[in-house]
């Protein structure tokens, strides 16, 4: 039998996990092994008896950061396990965006292993020694990778066959057209005095489609000017 997609965490906090993944989609979706959490108290490869995994940075300055040594440990003996396909990511802000492309290809392999950092972040060294490629969820500062990794499992699990029951669902979702979605409605048909778009409710199919996608189109025009030029190139053929 072929091994689940496995996300491979490696945590100072193992108890944080698997947190919200445990519940709704992804929740079910682990529980019928379609996915397999692998969660890593660093900690544990800590070599003296004080169990450290930090120590104050060269040069000075706030904080603590965490030993090359300590981390190598912990990603070569999962690196062993996950086997050479499995990506491994250091979680931090001045990674590669996190994107709903990534996200994709992420699901279309065997899995991923993800570092989490603390405190000021990880030793330079570590990034230099190992195939380990920095990834960030945004242009903001967390206290922990951890929710970070949360982010990123919680996107790809989404995206692994059978999870959601309905796979048009996924397909309609903002970025995986390059553009934002458009806006939904459910009953009541009348709420506050507000109604709903007329076309939603004509079971026109080709009029309700064609509507959606220009309300995707505008959507993404005005709040999100970037993804709209981009969009733009690829439909046109420009790039
Ligand atoms: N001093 C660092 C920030 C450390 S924050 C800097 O300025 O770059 C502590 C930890 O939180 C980091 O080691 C990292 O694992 C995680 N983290 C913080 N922001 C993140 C982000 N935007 N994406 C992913 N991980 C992040």
């Given at each position: 039998m072929?091994?689940?997609?496995?996300?491979?965490?490696?945590?100072?906090f193992p108890t944080m996990?698997?947190?919200?993944?445990?519940?709704s989609l992804?929740?079910?979706a682990l529980k019928k092994g379609i996915w397999r959490l692998e969660t890593v108290d660093i900690r544990g490869f800590a070599g003296d008896k004080h169990r450290s995994v930090d120590d104050t940075p060269f040069g000075g300055g706030p904080g603590m950061v965490l030993r090359a040594d300590v981390l190598a440990r912990s990603v070569d003996g999962i690196a062993a396990d996950a086997g050479p396909e499995t990506p491994i990511f250091y979680l931090g802000p001045r990674g590669r965006p996190f994107d709903q492309p990534l996200a994709r290809s992420l699901a279309e392999g065997v899995g991923v292993v993800l570092l989490c950092g603390r405190f000021e972040g990880i030793d330079e060294r570590l990034l230099e020694a190992r195939p380990i490629e920095e990834v960030s969820l945004g242009d903001f500062v967390l206290?922990?990778?951890?929710?970070?990794?949360?982010?990123?499992?919680?996107?790809?699990?989404?995206?692994?066959?059978?999870?959601?029951?309905?796979?048009?669902?996924?397909?309609d979702d903002s970025f995986e057209r390059g553009l934002l979605e458009y806006p939904q409605y459910t009953r009541p048909r009348e709420w506050e005095g507000r109604t709903v778009p007329e076309v939603l409710l004509s079971g026109h199919h080709e009029r309700i489609s064609e509507w959606r996608r220009e309300q995707a189109e505008r959507t993404t025009r005005t709040r999100r000017p970037d993804?709209?030029?981009r969009y733009v190139g690829t439909r046109d053929g420009t790039r």
């Open positions: 072929v091994a689940p997609w496995t996300a491979w965490v490696l945590t100072l996990f698997p947190g919200p993944l445990g519940e992804a929740g079910a206290s922990g990778g951890e929710p970070a990794a949360l982010a990123i499992i919680d996107t790809v699990v989404r995206l692994l066959p059978g999870v959601t029951g309905d796979p048009r669902s996924v397909a993804l709209w030029e």
